[in-house]
């Protein structure tokens, strides 16, 4: 005996799916908000950054590079030449140095020619006699010693005027490298490092607008797919109210006689197996539709994450990384700074240079004086050789004191023409790199500042307008990543809702192990009929049709056109 029944039972059924249905409606919702919050904020950002390349790719922003380049190449020429400069002075202060020991020479040879004079003196003093005329000895040599004396002595002193005025120069320029050891060739090195830098952002502007539009338009594809695959909210809520209503006629059923007690077993069979069937599809199809929801909400945070990250390339991360532009700012009015420095210092070895040529020319006009010193003295050797001739062998003492003299006067020559040698080459160092210090002044370095200050103005005004999209992306940006990834999270729990469903519907088709009847009476067609036609769903008329085949019915065109609307 079967057992009757239960309409409580039946009931209880229907509560079990009122609770999901609310549950489904509430989550949907929800997502739906969201969804629409981020998409709205992500349109708004990739539309931002959009504009951006147009604005890199600018003549301003050429034009600020091709300022930039100037200053580059200045610093870089400003570095070889200052090297060059360094390597000149290095070896002004050589030959300055060398001329030293001819000098020396000079010094010695005209100080043994002041001895040699007293010796002609004393000597001649010695053999003198009345009718011999002794000037040559007691008073030429002499003369002509002081003379040489006071021009070397004068000529000492200018000579260590310019060792002293080198030496300090090559001083003051160790202590300026010092303090800026390579400073100029990496400050060239650093702009251009930095201006490619800002050429690959701006070529990364290129590709990030370029991925950045295929990310947008992917975007709305996606928001397309989530929007309907979010459609199954709806879709589950409307087909869930039908079986709901199916198990009320079906409790209505059990409880009353609204069918002979003979039809009973076989209409409670009918109902049950349209609602369990019912119900299973709505279950698999509502797991469906929330797992390719799932997956576009995560697809879509994910590209916000990819926009946020090009829209980053055109001014670095938000924390970890200067743009390029902010830091070539800062650079260039480094360089400017430095460049003042450094032309401040070249100036400085003109006038070493002029000093060095000043000195060179006073010392020449002692070399002219040595030199006329020297043919006075060649004249002044033959006299004596005439006289210690004339003396015969009285005169041979004199004789080797003429011979010294004359050796004497060689060497001072020699000595003289030596020093000369060494400072003529000095004149020609100091007249080189002070022509070059002279040649490139402030004026060069005004116009390098003034061309660093344009670039500075229009690379500024890019920088915020970049910084204020990166403002807006760091505000928006983690907004949308958080809408759509709580979306999706709150999808992430309705899996578990279509277990429910199905076990539901598990438990609808325990109701009766009865099958369907053969034939339907007018009663079951009636309700059968009656269900049908509350669906709005036409996977729902299509499951009824396929159990209920003699029991669907032509639908007039107005429906089919509504409901194909509603899918």
């Not at 000895?137 to 260590?160: H, M, N, P």
């Not at 979010?230 to 006689?257: I, K, N, P, Y």
């Not at 003396?391 to 023409?417: D, F, N």
């Not at 344009?454 to 890019?462: E, F, M, S, V």
């Amino acid at each position: 005996m079967t057992t009757p029944l239960d309409p409580a039972r039946i009931h209880r059924l229907a509560d079990d799916l009122a609770r999901p249905r609310r549950d489904i409606e509430t989550a949907f919702v929800a997502v739906g908000m969201r969804l629409t919050e981020g998409a709205a904020l992500l349109n708004t950002l990739s539309k931002l950054f959009g504009a951006l390349p147009d604005a890199l790719q600018g003549a301003e922003v050429e034009e600020a590079l091709a300022h930039l380049g100037a200053v580059v190449a200045r610093a870089d020429a400003l570095s070889g030449t200052f090297g060059q400069e360094k390597a000149d002075l290095a070896r002004l202060v050589e030959v300055v140095a060398a001329a030293n020991s001819p000098i020396s020479d000079l010094r010695r040879a005209v100080k043994m020619m002041g001895i040699v004079s007293i010796n002609a003196r004393v000597t001649a003093a010695s053999i003198v006699g009345d009718s011999d005329d002794f000037d040559v000895f007691t008073t030429d040599i002499a003369t002509l010693s002081d003379s040489a004396s006071q021009t070397i002595q004068e000529f000492a002193q200018v000579y260590r005027q310019l060792t002293t005025e080198v030496d300090r120069a090559a001083a003051q320029r160790a202590r300026f490298e010092a303090a800026h050891a390579d400073t100029l060739s990496g400050l060239a090195q650093s702009l251009t490092a930095t201006i490619e830098a800002l050429d690959r952002q701006r070529a990364a502007a290129v590709d990030s607008s370029a991925e950045t539009g295929r990310v947008s338009r992917q975007i709305v594809g996606r928001i397309g797919s989530a929007v309907m695959s979010l459609q199954v909210g709806d879709a589950t809520r409307q087909r869930l109210e039908h079986v709901e209503a199916g198990l009320a006629r079906l409790e209505e059923l059990v409880a009353g006689d609204t069918i002979e007690p003979t039809d009973r077993p076989g209409a409670i069979a009918a109902l049950t197996m349209l609602q369990q069937t019912q119900l299973t599809d709505i279950a698999a199809a509502f797991a469906q539709e929330v797992e390719q929801a799932e997956q576009d909400l995560n697809a879509l945070a994910s590209d916000a994450g990819t926009i946020m990250a090009r829209s980053r390339d055109f001014h670095g991360d938000d924390r970890g990384q200067s743009s390029a532009i902010a830091s070539l700012s800062a650079q260039l009015r480094t360089a400017v700074t430095i460049l003042k420095d450094f032309e401040s210092e070249r100036a400085k070895l003109e006038i070493v240079a002029n000093a060095v040529q000043e000195t060179v020319r006073v010392l020449l006009d002692h070399v002219g004086a040595v030199q006329d010193i020297e043919a006075n003295m060649r004249l002044v050797s033959l006299n004596a050789a005439v006289r210690c001739a004339q003396l015969g062998p009285r005169g041979a003492s004199l004789t080797v004191i003429a011979m010294q003299l004359r050796e004497l006067t060689t060497e001072t020559v020699v000595a003289a023409e030596a020093a000369m040698t060494q400072l003529d080459q000095s004149s020609a160092l100091a007249g080189s790199f002070g022509a070059a210090a002279s040649g490139n002044g402030a004026g060069q370095i005004g116009e390098l500042e003034e061309q660093a200050n344009l670039a500075l103005d229009i690379l500024g005004q890019l920088d915020q307008r970049i910084a204020a999209a990166l403002a807006r992306l760091n505000s928006d940006g983690p907004k949308v990543i958080g809408l759509l990834d709580g979306a999706a999270r709150r999808l992430s729990g309705q899996s578990a809702l279509a277990e429910i469903l199905d076990d539901t519907a598990l438990a609808i088709a325990s109701l009766t192990s009865q099958s369907l009847p053969s034939t339907l009476s007018s009663p079951l067609t009636d309700i059968l009929g009656q269900l049908r036609g509350s669906y709005t769903m036409e996977a729902e008329r299509m499951i009824h049709d396929r159990i209920f085949p003699l029991n669907a019915a032509p639908e007039p065109q107005g429906e089919t056109e509504l409901d194909a609307f509603m899918l």
